[in-house]
């Protein structure tokens, strides 16, 4: 089996769409937001757009396109309609899997809402329904893989067998609570044909509930490569969990032995709704065929984390979109959104 990593060529992303009695905070912004993640997302490959209704969602898609003078290419977009709790495609999505000799495998795991936290029961169900509607290729294979509970956004990966994740998140005792550790970790490198696993023991974003997924903390952009969330001000609550963090981070060795190339992204300044601090975070980007789509807020920050993946990304064009209203929900970019290798999504 193999895991692929992100910055491998992708059929498309899937986006599932916010309605009525989704429990976002000023739901008009945020599908403002999901109107221009979607119009990045097809200027460099396909969008499979899942909703509870198809007629509800190409109206909030045509309205707002009117409304900023851009309307979106629907002919880039395939709609899949099913029964939702919520819209964090990442965590509920169906992960793609090769097998030895090129099978594709469509994982479903079980979601149970971040550990018994929020609704889920029809987000678990999300990736068979949308396999029943024909919008994979014949030749996916879809596999249920419960009583394992996994979310896409607590694991990353490098596309060779090496898969970095959270230790607070994959052993929270309303997952995998009969697990220990070590039986964790023995279920992931079988499921995924991984040679070893990289724990975090450390980090953490203020605001986030998903119990520490790792694509706020730290991210592969390749075999050598890890960007992560670096905390500068002594000032910050962060400072001395994603300092323990870093100084990790440094311990680690690629598959030959040598050192990652680390680079650093800065934590983004504080973002608050009411009293909360919301979870911003520049890790949390999603790789796309010839693009990479930075969360951004309108700060100066911006620019700083643009630059640095630009560096690490030099074939890609690196694109900062805001997602400032999807922090009230708790989450961001990469959090919505989960893509599917070439080949897998039907067109």
Known sequence: MRLPAEWERQSGVQLTWPHRDTEWYQLDRVLECYVDIAACITRFEPLLVVCRDIAEAKDDIARIGRSKGKPLDLGRVTFCQAPLNDTWARDHGGIAVYGDNGEKYLYDFVFNGWGLKFASDLDNQLTKNIFAQSV????VMGVDMRPFVLEGGSIDTDGCGTLLTTTECLTSVNRNEYLTKEEIESELKSAFGLERVLWLDHGGIIGDDTDGHVDTLARFCSPDTIAYVQCTDPGDPHYDCLGRMEDQLRTFRTMDGKRYNLV??????????????????????LIVNGGVLLPGSGSVKDEVARERLQEVFPDREVVVVDCKALLSG???LHCVTMQFPEGWLRR
């Open 264 to 285: 650093p992204l800065p934590l983004p300044d504080a973002i608050y709704l009411d009293d909360y601090r919301l979870p911003a975070s520049y890790a949390n980007f």
């Open 330 to 332: 708790h989450g961001s």
């Open 136 to 139: 994979f290729e014949d030749d």
